[in-house]
């Protein structure tokens, strides 16, 4: 299609209502200590990050009250939200078709309501979330500790637009990749449902195959089956952590080959399986640092700050300090460890301590308790689960090549060459 762009700054774009176009809330006006058990949901980066243009888990709620009090900050079905510090170019559209007609933004957040004769919403979305505007964002941003942008970079950004029939028709173009993306999301959370249920039937609730002839004998924490035995997680497997090369020497990070990888990496794409890291450090950066180097398919626990985030790695992989990797061996196979992870993460959180941030050391992990199935259910469960997660990685490969496509159309669909 041949397209005639015009450049239009983003507060060219808005609608013709107070608060249109504005940030989070200043100050002490909305914290932790505002939140409730129900009421208005609060966005957070939480809610941008992910395969899915607005996710509606995790949420935390402030009352209708504080809502009111924060009417400048509310969002409502339609309206764009930015990350503002921290990771940039984080990008949500909430739905027009939202069962939920009010949010308030996070003090990190910018929102905008767009004059839908100007623009179309969803096409802002893809050009606000392409790889080039994100890489702008980056470059724009002030850089005293935590990156960020502010409503005044954002106001005055110019966004390059093609007319509004061309910008529906792209959108439309992209959006079918992303219903494609959202088919398969719903087909691995499906896998996902079905490999932890298995794994809490077998064994949290004990009704694997063959339970109703096993004996069951009195243990430390209750009742457990005969031949299933209580150890210390130091004894189970093995764990290791990681560490981090100096950021301010280039030497360690030029032409980084070697996936490293942070927290923020496993908190954004929260899948089974990671493949790829966002910063890579090369051999140097590796020797002249703590991180250790861990085969694929390991599981990596964040330890730290969000503790629990949980994946496998899929090619020889370090991370830094915020993670506690395991290692899994014959009798603690990968599968079964993955999910004894996700199924203990409230223990290890009750574990974890610190002033400045929530943290469960590797000694405290290693003292956990485990219990150790008989090898023969361990390994049929392996058995039974290793299709189910052949498939859901196969899924989520298929979802990162339609993301790679529908990324690389939209400066092609914009070129005015086509």
Known sequence: MRT????VKVSDLQAEKRWALNGGPFGSKLSSKHYADHGVPVIRGKNLSGPTKFSFEEFVYVTEKKADELRANNAHPGDLVFTQRGTLGQVGLIPADS???????????????VDESKADPLFLYYYFTSEET????HNMAFSSGVPHINLGLLRDYKVNLPDLPTQRKIAGILSAYDDLMENNLRRIKILEQMAQSLYREWFVHFRFPGHESVKFKDSELGRIPEGWVWRKVGNAFEIQGGGTPSTTNEEYWVDGDIQWYSPRDLTAEG?????????RINELGLRKSAAKMFPAYSVMLTSRATIGAIAINTVPSCTNQGFITCLPNSEV????LYQWLKANVETFILHASGATFKEISRGVFKGLDFLQPQAELVQRYQQVVSP???????LQRRNQTLRRTRDLLLPKLLSPSN
């Open 4 to 7: 005639e762009l015009q450049s």
């Open 333 to 336: 196979p990968i599968y079964f």
């Open 388 to 394: 189910i997660a052949d498939q859901l990685l196969n």
């Open 134 to 137: 994100v890489q702008d964002m």
């Open 99 to 113: 069962p939920i007609k009010r949010f308030v933004i996070s003090q990190s957040q910018m929102k905008l309501t």
């Open 271 to 279: 899948t089974m399986f990671i493949e790829k890291s966002a910063a």
